[in-house]
């Protein structure tokens, strides 16, 4: 009788413990998925076009007349500029909404209006060579209601070192 007593315990702690491990195993289940969607939710990225939605035929397209410039060598200590122009070679008017630098030594600056089919718009873009030296390459990507939403440009050069200054 003893041993059916301390076998019926034995098995009813087991199952205890096996019911509270699979509901703590749950628990925990669901909170790593509740941690791992809050940490990376899904975004709806607007760049990315599906293969089977159709590209709209009448949105604007931002035709660059030189989609990289080179500055060549560049004074060290010095601010230099490239405007791009582009046309709108699509149906409808063209709006840049943003263009980002790769980094704070690139500042860019645009139309702001819309741009007419057919019309030209311009982005300038400074570069500040100050505490760069050696070959440089940046771009800025242009957010505009064209398709895809990004278009890049890029600017390179060669900041010279103090030593390799060039007289003006």
């Not at 076009?49 to 989609?67: G, H, L, R, T």
């Not at 560049?74 to 909404?97: A, M, R, Y």
């Not at 440009?153 to 070192?161: A, E, M, P, S, Y």
Request: charged letters at 20%.
């Amino acid at each position: 009788m003893k041993y059916q007593i301390l076998l019926a315990a034995t098995l009813l702690l087991g199952a205890c413990n096996r019911d509270k491990n699979e509901a703590g195993t749950e628990g925990m289940n669901a909170a790593a998925n509740v941690t791992s969607d809050a940490a990376n939710p899904t975004i709806d990225n607007p760049n990315v076009v599906n293969e089977s939605e159709a590209v709209n035929p009448n949105a604007p397209v931002m035709k660059f007349a030189e989609p990289e410039f080179d500055f060549g060598d560049i004074q060290p200590d010095s601010k230099v500029h490239h405007t791009f122009t582009f046309t709108n070679t699509g149906k409808s008017p063209l709006l840049i909404e943003d263009a980002t630098a790769s980094c704070g030594c690139t500042t860019p600056s645009w139309t702001k209006e819309p741009i007419a089919p057919g019309a030209e718009g311009k982005i300038e873009v400074q570069f500040d060579s100050r505490g760069k030296q050696g070959i440089i390459g940046k771009q800025v990507a242009v957010r505009a209601n064209t398709q895809p939403t990004i278009t890049t440009i890029f600017i390179k050069g060669n900041v010279l070192t103090a030593g390799d200054k060039k007289p003006l």
